[in-house]
């Protein structure tokens, strides 16, 4: 598999960011625009074509481009986020999306959706009912996508759904079950081995804060790709906010 991976190099405001679940530390932005580039890097190897929104220094936020964007085939759902301040990183999403002949849609008030809710695989589309992501804001993303079937999620102590559980390549759920009430969940070993980016075939992404989920997941059969991406973790990120990938 390959396509387009949409990123946005993060601003000098990064350490900024918003931190709901997790006490606020300092955040090194010089070494997270190194780690940003070697996370991009690492998608790039894996055949993904860097695709880089613009700059939003003004907007501490940006880089998690995940909470813009939910892509679905050629379409493109425009977010609204539930926190505010973050409303402002759409816009330079929906021109890009825009250019790459897409065809958009958008979650209108007073829905709110945030794209670290929406977990997709196969023709299931998990959707968590979070602070960020509204009943409307499911009932609004299930009428655009009529094709898929959607499922909403409650969850507790994470800020999306993404936080709590994501998808291998075969589909099989790997995820913390005291967050999300899923069944059939595969359990990692370390709370950040629950975000993991399937890159194409049984190649896969992961924050290197997770070396034993990645060797119990290289057991299982899947290539893993590790990527340390500490400062955005001190942020509440991980590595399914950092880009949003879009197959051919």
């Known amino acids: 598999m390959s396509g387009i ?10 350490a900024e960011g918003i931190v709901t679940h997790i006490e606020r530390e ?17 998608l790039a190897g894996a055949g993904w074509r860097p695709v880089y929104v613009p700059p939003a220094d003004d907007l501490p936020d940006g880089p998690f481009v995940e909470d813009t964007v939910v892509v679905s085939r050629r379409l493109a ?5 539930g926190a505010p301040e973050r409303r402002p990183e759409v816009e330079s999403v929906a021109e890009v999306v825009r250019e790459l002949g897409m065809r958009s849609v958008r979650i209108a008030p007073p829905g709110t959706l945030d794209g670290g809710d929406v977990l997709q695989t196969g023709p299931t589309v998990y959707v968590g009912r979070s602070a ?28 999306h759904l993404k936080s709590a559980v994501t998808a291998l390549p075969d589909g099989t759920l790997i995820g913390d ?5 899923l069944p059939g969940l595969l359990v990692p070993e370390e709370e950040s081995g629950a975000h993991v980016v399937p890159l194409g075939g ?14 119990m997941l ?10 340390d991406i500490s400062e955005y973790e001190r942020l509440e990120g991980c590595v399914t906010c950092l880009s949003v990938l879009i197959a051919d």
């Open 5 to 14: 991976a949409l990123v946005r190099k993060p601003g000098p405001r990064l």
């Open 26 to 42: 300092p955040v090194d932005c010089e070494r997270a625009a190194a780690q940003h580039d070697a996370y991009v890097r690492a």
């Open 77 to 81: 759902v425009l977010t609204r986020p």
């Open 132 to 159: 960020r992501t509204s009943a409307e804001g499911i009932t609004q993303l299930t009428a655009l996508l009529p094709e898929r079937r959607v499922v909403p999620v409650d969850m507790s102590g994470v800020l």
């Open 177 to 181: 079950p005291r967050r999300v009430d």
């Open 202 to 215: 049984d190649r896969v992404l992961l924050a290197a804060s997770a070396p034993q989920t990645a060797a």
């Open 218 to 227: 290289e057991k299982h059969g899947f290539i893993v790709t590790k990527v």
